[in-house]
């Protein structure tokens, strides 16, 4: 039936500064673009962005919101540091959480939130 996930999309209103963000500070790469989308080729899956019009009330509720999109990382306070230094907004600092792993929460331009987690028993 189901396979494995094969993208996640996710919006914005202001879809060039948020394109270069993932280029520029995260480091994707654009494996295809299209007028108001781009899909980012991430190990696994993909990431499309698309642009949408934020004066139509439902395109407004898609944008600047939790995403529930968590990126794996071996050094969460590495990454955390090098993102940082690339102007990336952080919510706050790494958090250990009680089941043993590490969270940090980013925002892109758009105001979508991200999280860093790492796992326990890593670094």
């Not at 190990?43 to 139509?56: A, F, M, N, R």
């Not at 940090?104 to 028993?121: G, S």
């Amino acid at each position: 039936m189901l396979n494995a996930i094969d993208a996640i999309r996710i919006f914005s209103g202001d879809f060039l500064e948020t394109k270069a963000f993932f280029v520029d500070a995260l480091d994707f790469e654009i494996g295809f673009e299209g007028e108001g989308v781009v899909v980012y080729d991430l190990p696994g899956t993909k990431l499309i962005l698309e642009e949408v019009d934020l004066s139509e009330p439902e395109a407004a509720g898609m944008v600047g919101r939790f995403t529930g999109v968590s990126f794996a990382v071996e050094d969460i306070k590495a990454t955390y540091k090098a993102l940082k230094a690339k102007g990336v907004d952080f919510e706050g600092k790494p958090e250990m959480e009680e089941w043993g792993g590490a969270l940090a929460h980013f925002r892109d331009p758009a105001n979508n939130v991200f999280t860093l987690i790492q796992y326990p028993n890593q670094n």
